[in-house]
Every structure is written in structure tokens, then in C-alpha cells.
């Protein structure tokens, strides 16, 4: 089926069959869940399919469900399911109602079943792995299709194998074609003889993915469901469920995948991470938002969008139909946007773990101080919040500073001297403000005959251990003058 659907896909076939889907119109009380299986982390795939999903249903006034399909119980972990609802609580994306466990539905999943036997819209198969081996061997060797060769779907039960478990099979359409009008994809068609009689129930009687997901959708009441296009063969098959126990469709939005900046699917190699690392990164949750709701939606030349604004403008014609990229500078750029935006205790409260571990001790009151006082410059240059703690060392060192090489060779033995002299000049200051530190610090150079420069990047060397820093009178005024005064004496040697 692959090759045919892909053409498929591509062509966005314009024919119309008795079988097309039916939308569901918008009008109606919108419904959407994420829907994730808790084998390992949250990726970025998959916060974005979440985000998509919020989005147009806050967009709509409806409501935002969320299903652990954990019916995979031997790869399903209680650590990725906490991962997935930590993650989830981390980007803001709050769902409505108690979080649904697939696991827990299982005897629906079965009912269901039963009831499709009953109407004979299934039936019991009795092949044995060998024969189904052989079958696709044959399939293959003659050129078609591998799927099921419906043997036992209207063949007597009387002739079935005593000591064979059956598994349970849906009735699919045989002849004609399948057309879904997708919301993203636009309308897309198959031909039925692609698509086989999938099991519903295995021979042990576990419900399967596909089963089990048509019955939780339909009973959340789910209007529309979006996720990604990877997906879209799997539409074919569950509108076809929907249609044999008798239920409405809903809306399908099969969104394209995330790619890395090459074009190729998304790998660890190109970032496809989980949503924890871009926390552990120093992403801002409303940044990674505002750059996964970018990543195949637009609103015209619209870069830096808030949530309140995602929410008013989202809906799904305006996502495109094309893979989209990652883009880690646009990223880090949306971020430092974020991070200059956010209140300052905020971000303190936010780097102070990372910065009391660089430091290897607590932060006291008065370099909390300098720190409050001096994060607004700071800010300004930070993308990440690593970037920030690692700015933010100047104002919480203690003496004697830990000096960077660059900012060592800085301090040679005339520069020393300069900074002595500078120091008694600057002591006896009446205001200790920018204005008036700038003032002392060009008459110091035009009495000796120095350049500014010569002057100011020793003292910035020596006041901050490094070669960069905010601006330097800016840097003075906020670490103040007894703490000016201890770090110029632990570089120069005067008491």
C-alpha cells in the first residue's frame, strides 16, 4: 500500500467515490486529544502534534483530552508517562478531564468486537504464522501487495482447526476506492483492494492499536484528530471501523512531520530530543511554544506570537502541507527574545540552581542583590538560560576572582599599576554612579595620557575575572563601591 498511498498523497487525487469521508464540520462542539505512547520520552514531534491539538481547540472554545495509549505493556514505563505529563505541564499545555489510560478500556475494546461479529461485520481467522509466512512469500514472489488473502473470511467456522486460537478480523471494502477530504492534506484517495482485513483482536484476545484507538476516539467524543501525517495510512483503516460499528467520523488533520535542517527525518543527530533536554538546555517554555507553533503555521510574516495571539489566530488552513525544518539559531534566537521579555526574579529563580552549582556554594543576600540589580543587563545578550547563569558569575564571585587567561593577559604589570592609582582616585567618590565613574575614569586617562580602552578593560578584567561583561560602568555601579574596592585590592595587592 505504501507506494500507492505515497502517489496518493502527492497527487492530492481530485475523484470522488460513495465512500469519501465526510468532515466534520467546525461549527460543531470541537473535541481534540494527544495521544502519545509512553515507550520513551516526549520529543518534539510530538509536543508540537500536542500543541497543534490545544491550540484549535482553544481556538474553537472546546476541549483539549489527553489518552496514555499504553496498551504496549511491556514497553510502557511509569517513568515515560511522568515524563510525558511532566513535559506536557512544563510547555503549559493543560488538558481538560482526568487523563485517560488505553489499558484501563480494554474490556470495551472487546465488546466492540463482539458486537462487530454479531453484525458480521467481522469474523475469526485460523491461519497459523506458517501460512500467513507463505502467503506473503507467494504475495511477494508474484509481484503484489503482502496483505491478507481473506481466506477465512467467508469460509464455514465448522472447518476450522481444533487447536488453532483464532485471531479477530474487520470486513473491509473489497472493491472501489477511499477518499479522505483531509484538513491539511487536502483530498487524498486509495483504492480498497490496498487495504486489508486488519486484526482487531489478537489470538490471545489483546485488542490491537488500531482497534483500540477507533473505540477511544469515539468514546471522548473526539471531533478531530490531528497528528502527524505519518498517520494517514492508518486513516483509511479506521474510517472503515468507524463505518462497520455504525459511528460517525471524525474530522481528520494529518500535519507533516519535522525534519532536520538537511531535510532528512528528524534523528538524535538533528536534535530529536525530548522536551526535557530543551528545558535542561535553558529553552524557555513559551519559546519552545512560540518555535514549535512556527514549524509548518504561519500568520503572514508574524515571527514572535504570544500565546494569547496563538490562540486567536490558530486554526489548520493555515498549516502547510511540507515538512518542516529545525532551525537551531532561530530557535536560540526566539529564546533570547523570551529571556530579555521575562521578569527578572523570575529568571533568577530559574538559574540559581545552575549558578549556586558553578559557584559550589549558596548565594548570600547581598550578591542576590547585585544579581536582582544587575540581570537587566545581563538579559540583553543571553539566548539560553546557561548563557545567563554564566554571565550572572560577576555579580556572585566572591575574592580572590577565578581570572580567564584572555583576561590575565590584560593585568600585566603597568595595567597593575593604573589600576592602583585609579582605585585611591575612585575611593573618595561623593556620588558612585555611572555618570560620575565615567567622568573620574576620562579625566584619569587624559592626566596619564592613556586611551580609554587601555584603561577600561584592565579594570573590567579585574572587577569581573573576564574580557566581557555588560557595560563597565554599569558593572561598578551594581557591584558598589566596597566590593569595587575588595576586588581591585585582591588584583593590585593594596589593602
Known amino acids: 500500500m505504501g507506494a500507492t498511498l505515497d502517489a496518493a498523497v502527492a497527487a492530492l487525487s481530485m475523484l470522488k467515490d460513495p465512500a469519501q469521508v465526510t468532515t466534520t464540520p467546525v461549527t460543531m462542539t470541537v473535541i481534540t486529544r494527544f495521544a502519545p505512547s509512553p515507550t520513551g520520552f516526549l520529543h518534539i514531534g510530538g509536543a508540537r502534534t500536542a500543541l497543534f491539538n490545544w491550540l484549535f481547540s482553544r481556538h474553537h472554545g472546546g476541549s483539549f483530552r489527553l489518552r496514555i495509549e499504553d496498551t504496549d505493556r511491556k514497553r510502557s514505563t511509569p517513568e515515560a508517562i511522568d515524563g510525558i505529563l511532566d513535559g506536557l505541564r512544563w510547555l503549559g499545555l493543560d488538558w481538560d478531564g482526568d487523563t485517560v489510560y488505553q489499558s484501563a478500556n480494554a474490556a470495551r475494546h472487546v465488546a466492540v468486537v463482539d458486537q462487530l461479529l454479531a453484525s458480521g461485520n467481522a469474523y475469526r481467522c485460523y491461519c497459523t504464522p506458517e501460512e500467513l509466512t507463505e502467503m506473503r512469500a507467494q504475495a511477494k514472489a508474484a509481484g503484489r501487495a503482502q496483505l491478507y488473502d481473506r481466506r477465512w473470511r467467508d469460509r464455514d467456522p465448522a472447518a476450522a482447526p481444533p487447536d488453532i486460537p483464532p485471531v479477530i478480523r474487520v470486513k473491509m471494502p473489497i472493491g472501489g476506492q477511499t477518499v479522505i477530504d483531509d484538513l491539511v492534506q487536502g483530498e487524498v484517495t486509495v483504492a480498497n483492494d490496498q487495504l486489508d482485513d486488519f486484526i482487531l483482536l489478537r489470538a490471545d484476545g489483546t485488542p490491537t492499536y488500531m482497534l483500540s484507538v477507533v473505540v477511544d476516539d469515539r468514546d471522548m467524543g473526539i471531533s ?117 521579555q521575562s521578569d527578572d526574579h523570575r529568571l533568577i529563580d530559574l538559574i540559581r540552581p545552575q549558578l549556586e552549582q558553578m559557584l559550589g556554594y549558596a548565594i548570600a543576600e547581598p550578591e542576590l542583590e547585585r544579581l536582582d540589580k544587575g540581570l537587566a543587563g545581563l538579559k540583553q545578550r543571553a539566548k539560553t538560560l546557561p548563557d545567563l547563569a554564566e554571565a550572572a558569575l560577576i555579580y556572585c564571585r566572591r575574592v580572590p576572582l577565578p581570572i580567564t587567561d584572555a583576561a590575565a593577559k590584560l593585568l600585566g604589570n603597568d595595567s597593575v599599576s593604573h589600576l592602583k592609582h585609579l582605585a585611591t582616585l575612585l575611593r573618595p567618590l561623593t556620588m558612585w554612579d555611572e555618570a560620575s565613574l565615567e567622568t573620574r575614569l576620562r579625566e584619569y586617562c587624559e592626566q596619564s595620557g592613556m586611551k580609554f580602552g587601555k584603561i577600561a578593560q584592565p579594570l573590567r578584567a579585574a572587577l569581573t575575572g573576564t574580557t566581557t561583561s555588560p557595560g563597565i560602568f554599569e558593572v561598578m555601579t551594581i557591584l558598589g563601591r566596597e566590593e569595587v574596592m575588595r576586588r581591585l585590592a585582591a588584583v593590585t595587592g593594596e589593602p
Open 224 to 340: 478531530h484528530i490531528i497528528r502527524g501525517d505519518d498517520h494517514l495510512n492508518n486513516a483509511f483503516r479506521q474510517y472503515h471501523l468507524y463505518g462497520a460499528c455504525g459511528w460517525d467520523v471524525p474530522a481528520f488533520a494529518h500535519i507533516p512531520l519535522i525534519h532536520g535542517p538537511d531535510g532528512a527525518k528528524l534523528s538524535k543527530r538533528h536534535g530529536a530530543l525530548g522536551v526535557d533536554a530543551y528545558r535542561d538546555m535553558g529553552y524557555l517554555p513559551e519559546a519552545l511554544r512560540n518555535y514549535l507553533l512556527r514549524l509548518g503555521w504561519s500568520h503572514g510574516d508574524d515571527e514572535i506570537i504570544s500565546t494569547e495571539q496563538a490562540v486567536a489566530w490558530f486554526d489548520l488552513d493555515s498549516v502547510g502541507r511540507a515538512a518542516a525544518r529545525m532551525d537551531f539559531a532561530k530557535l536560540e534566537s526566539l529564546n533570547g527574545n523570551y529571556i530579555r
